[in-house]
């Protein structure tokens, strides 16, 4: 997939999404997994086909004796009543503002380069606060941590003209101090802020324009310490985000095919490709924008967005099966919806 100099603002607005590294369990090879503008990019060793994402290789799983998989299958399932619960914990929100434990949304009006924090319950709307308005040049790409002295999530901003990094230290909406981060090199552009490589602190997601190249920064606050080449991307879907939808504690992708709205997820160990699974198809108008556990049930749901009407949506997911649907607010005119991821 080609990239052209305005892909940057357009996937600071909402279509680059996140990067996962994982480790192969007897090769030790690194494998990343690159949410773009373009879609989520894969390692061809261990990837399904190109042309259908939850393609599942059974083969060695047929051949296998039945009286083998049925005693693996007593031991598998023993044990899973009791690492499951742990799996399912529910973990922090990346992008809480205020405190209170549950995923907050940011906005910003290109227009005008205002931000704005809407402190969230699922799909209520509690209330929304002002934030720091952009300098000339600058994109507010993301918000996660970034060892703040607050308990509030930072932003994370590039510069379009320089590729300059920084970070935006915050106290809820209030802007406290700034620190610049890592240069870009020239022809990449900037995904999402994420912990890559487990060690708790953000890194970097890069994607290479007029290529499908990916890469990943790892950033300790906001200074480079390695990078590492990602994979390619396979053709006709998007990644939508990462999150571990079977509750094995493993972080697995999801996926949306824009032709034919269809979602699929992928079950990963690590590196290691399980299986795949075909997920509810979203309505004509609507595409998946965030993957977060909104209701915090432990679970990975889904925001959908109607660009025509700007309403928003949250799809509560258990897996792959849709639960429920409930309307969330509408986005003012102007406005776009850049976190959190």
Same mark, same amino acid.
């Given at each position: 997939?080609?990239? #052209?100099? =305005?892909?940057? +603002?357009?996937?600071?607005?909402?279509?680059?999404?996140?990067? %996962?590294?994982?480790?192969?369990?007897?090769?030790?090879? %690194?494998?990343?997994?690159?949410?773009?503008?373009? =879609?989520?990019?894969?390692?061809?060793?261990?990837?399904? @086909?190109?042309?259908?994402?939850?393609?599942?290789?059974?083969?060695?799983?047929?051949?296998?004796?039945?009286?083998?998989?049925?005693?693996?299958?007593?031991?598998?399932?023993?044990?899973?009543?009791?690492?499951?619960? +742990?799996?399912?914990?529910?973990?922090?929100?990346?992008?809480?503002?205020?405190?209170?434990?549950? &995923?907050?949304?940011?906005?910003? #009006?290109?227009?005008?380069?205002?931000?704005?924090?809407?402190?969230?319950?699922?799909?209520?709307?509690? *209330?929304? /606060?002002?934030?720091?308005?952009?300098? @000339?040049?600058?994109?507010?790409?993301?918000?996660?941590?970034?060892?703040? &002295?607050?308990?509030?999530?930072?932003?994370?901003?590039?510069?379009?003209?320089?590729?300059?990094?920084?970070?935006?230290?915050?106290?809820?909406? *209030?802007?406290?101090?700034? /620190?610049?981060? @890592?240069?870009?090199?020239?022809?990449?552009? &900037?995904?999402? $802020?994420?912990?890559?490589?487990?060690?708790?602190?953000?890194?970097?997601?890069?994607?290479?324009?007029? *290529?499908?190249?990916?890469?990943?920064?790892?950033?300790?606050? !906001? !200074?480079?310490?390695?990078?590492?080449?990602?994979?390619?991307?396979?053709?006709?879907?998007?990644?939508?985000?990462?999150?571990?939808?079977?509750?094995? =504690?493993?972080?697995?992708?999801?996926?949306?095919?824009? !032709?034919?709205?269809?979602?699929?997820?992928?079950?990963?160990? =690590?590196?290691?490709?399980?299986?795949? $699974?075909?997920? @509810?198809?979203?309505?004509?108008?609507?595409?998946?924008?965030? $993957?977060?556990?909104?209701?915090?049930?432990?679970?990975?749901?889904?925001?959908?967005?109607?660009?025509?009407?700007?309403?928003?949506?949250?799809?509560?997911?258990?897996?792959?099966?849709?639960?429920?649907?409930?309307?969330? &607010?509408?986005?003012?005119?102007?406005?776009?919806?850049?976190?959190?991821?």
């Amino acid at each position: 997939m080609s990239r #052209n100099a =305005g892909d940057i +603002e357009s996937c600071a607005f909402g279509y680059l999404l996140s990067i %996962n590294r994982f480790s192969h369990s007897k090769t030790g090879k %690194n494998f990343l997994v690159f949410f773009g503008f373009g =879609g989520v990019k894969y390692d061809i060793m261990n990837a399904p @086909p190109r042309n259908n994402p939850v393609s599942i290789w059974r083969k060695q799983v047929i051949r296998r004796n039945a009286v083998t998989r049925a005693g693996t299958a007593i031991v598998f399932l023993t044990l899973a009543l009791f690492v499951g619960a +742990e799996a399912r914990a529910i973990t922090p929100p990346r992008a809480d503002f205020n405190g209170d434990g549950k &995923p907050d949304w940011v906005l910003t #009006n290109p227009s005008t380069r205002q931000t704005a924090i809407w402190f969230m319950n699922d799909a209520t709307l509690l *209330s929304g /606060a002002v934030g720091p308005t952009l300098p @000339p040049n600058w994109l507010l790409l993301d918000a996660a941590q970034f060892d703040s &002295p607050t308990t509030s999530a930072d932003f994370f901003l590039v510069n379009t003209s320089t590729l300059q990094t920084a970070v935006w230290y915050m106290n809820g909406a *209030s802007f406290l101090h700034g /620190a610049l981060g @890592p240069t870009l090199p020239a022809g990449w552009g &900037p995904g999402v $802020v994420q912990d890559f490589n487990g060690d708790g602190h953000p890194d970097l997601g890069l994607g290479q324009h007029h *290529s499908d190249k990916t890469a990943v920064w790892y950033l300790n606050g !906001t !200074t480079l310490i390695g990078g590492a080449y990602g994979p390619n991307q396979p053709a006709g879907w998007k990644g939508v985000g990462a999150a571990d939808f079977n509750g094995d =504690g493993h972080p697995d992708l999801l996926w949306w095919n824009p !032709t034919t709205r269809q979602t699929a997820i992928w079950y990963l160990n =690590g590196v290691q490709f399980l299986s795949g $699974v075909l997920g @509810p198809t979203l309505p004509a108008g609507w595409a998946p924008v965030l $993957v977060d556990d909104f209701n915090r049930d432990g679970k990975p749901d889904l925001v959908l967005w109607n660009q025509s009407t700007r309403q928003t949506a949250i799809w509560h997911l258990n897996n792959n099966v849709f639960v429920s649907g409930v309307l969330g &607010p509408t986005l003012p005119a102007g406005w776009i919806l850049v976190g959190p991821r």
